[in-house]
Nanobody, 121 residues
Framework: QVQLVESGGGSVQAGGSLRLSCAAS????????MGWFRQAPGKEREFLAA????????YYADSVKGRITISRDNAKNTVYLQMNSLKPEDTAVYYC??????????????WGQGTQVTVSS
């Protein structure tokens, strides 16, 4: 069982940056692949980025590639999402997820409760 808690969301003006954090419980964090998704009102959950467990290989959605960076600190049981050049269309609830594989679909075993990101123009 893994529990995930996101933080770092908030309100920011267009062009600004935010770093989201996702703290995981448990001793086996390093074995899990981690993913970041977002969901805007009335839209489906959208894949943003994923990172494998031990090798920390990363994957990004084309729509946000170049503006976001996923990273992890296994010593701190935490995964991060650095977001730059934010746009109003980035406004959504952002979720982290944990699973056995770094996949781009929302079929991860564990999910956090989400953190709101609001970007104003």
């Amino acid at each position: 069982q893994v529990q995930l808690v996101e933080s770092g969301g908030g309100s920011v003006q267009a062009g600004g940056s935010l770093r989201l954090s996702c703290a995981a419980s448990g001793r086996t964090f390093s074995r899990y692949a981690m993913g970041w998704f977002r969901q805007a009102p009335g839209k489906e959950r959208e894949f943003l980025a994923a990172i494998t467990g031990y090798s920390s290989r990363t994957y990004y959605a084309d729509s946000v590639k170049g503006r976001i960076t996923i990273s992890r600190d296994n010593a701190k049981n935490t995964v991060y999402l650095q977001m730059n050049s934010l746009k109003p269309e980035d406004t959504a609830v952002y979720y982290c997820a944990a699973g056995d594989q770094a996949i781009t679909t929302p079929h991860y075993a564990y999910w956090g409760q989400g953190t709101q990101v609001t970007v104003s123009s």
